[in-house]
């Protein structure tokens, strides 16, 4: 009763847009920043305005399903293909016919099914700290598991979506009985108790916390770029290793769009998703968030470019959400706080 009332009280402190002809209403997890001014560039190319909500990932797909039939939203954009395939399983998206996503978007970023496709793209590589560790001595995210590595090792908390996906990744391909020795072997080398997010782990390898760590590739980038001196100084004393190069290749993930179960502006949807994989859009992404393009032919930034090129896992990321719930079992008997 009482998360209820909370989750009420949530739902109703987010502005609601307004319906209306020439329109498009968007759900977003990503920061308005981080967007507003594609949706700007849409609006002055095709006269449709974008009204935009912002909000938690979770909490958004939760309004979603409270509002049932009468949410005026038509376009849901948030990160992790795990959360994308939740929203599927819950009866919150529909499928898109629609030739230009299906050219754009590889076929491994995008729902089997069309009910939803990934606009951006992001690795979650091993960090290592340079003066510490010799990247010979990495291989793959499995021998983070090896004894060697005991209490060296920072990655955030087994709720967090991210690393579900990533363990969910390694069901699909190699199990659930050597995922279920992966996680355990993982967990005695932690170097601390799980706490913070994907910067966290990085500051805290640069303070001597730990000698390696788990992070998506974006806040790396942002860490880099951003104006805080001290997560710049804290990147610079990491280095990238990308893991799993001589077989699956590195675990990636995506933010990526569906379009709303009762969208009453599907087309607009549509149209929207579509610009946000032209040429433009797809450079304006690598640029201003350090995320990679799903478009084949876009470059990355310098940045991304300087950090070397490496081999992606290529399983459909529909197979993060399916082992979903297989990937919390498993953290939770290993211990993964």
């Known amino acids: 009763m009482f998360k209820q009332i909370a989750l009420s009280l949530l739902v109703a402190s987010i502005a609601t847009p307004v319906l209306a002809d020439g329109e498009v209403n968007v759900y977003s997890a990503r920061k308005e920043q981080l967007i507003k001014p594609l949706f700007d560039k849409f609006t002055e190319q095709t006269g449709i305005k974008v009204n935009l909500v912002t909000g938690k990932d979770d909490a958004l797909l939760e309004r979603l399903k409270l509002e049932g039939e009468n949410t005026p939203a038509d376009l849901l954009m948030t990160a992790d293909a795990g959360r994308l395939y939740r929203a599927v399983e819950m009866e ?37 700290v340079k003066d510490k560790v010799k990247p010979e001595e990495l291989s793959t995210y499995e021998d983070l598991a090896d004894p060697k590595w005991k209490g060296r090792i920072c990655v955030r908390s087994s709720d967090n979506i991210y690393n579900q996906s990533m363990l969910g990744s390694m069901i699909a391909v190699n199990g659930a009985e050597k995922a279920q020795a992966w996680a355990d072997g993982l967990v005695k080398n932690f170097a601390r108790p799980p706490e913070g997010g994907d910067r966290d782990q990085i500051k805290a390898a640069a303070a001597g916390q730990c000698d390696i760590a788990i992070s998506n590739t974006y ?67 690598a640029e201003a968030n350090q995320e990679y393009p799903v478009k084949t032919g876009i470059a990355p930034s310098d940045m991304l470019k300087g950090w070397g090129e490496f081999k992606a896992d290529s399983l459909n990321l529909s197979e993060l959400g399916k082992h979903n719930a297989e990937a919390v079992k498993i953290m939770d008997k290993a211990g993964w706080k």
Do not use: C
């Open 92 to 128: 919150l998206t529909q499928p898109v016919e629609s030739a230009t996503l299906k050219k754009d978007i590889p076929e491994n970023l995008r729902d089997p099914a069309n009910q939803w496709f990934g606009l951006t793209s992001r690795a979650r590589p091993i960090f290592y």
């Open 219 to 285: 806040y790396y980038g942002q860490m880099l770029t951003g104006e805080e001196a001290e997560d710049k100084a804290a990147a610079e004393k990491v280095a990238i290793f990308w893991p799993n190069q001589s077989d699956r290749g590195t675990h990636i993930n995506i933010s990526g769009a569906a379009v709303t179960k009762t969208a009453k502006n599907k087309d607009n949807a549509v149209k929207l998703m579509e610009f946000l994989v032209n040429d433009e859009s797809q450079k304006w992404y």
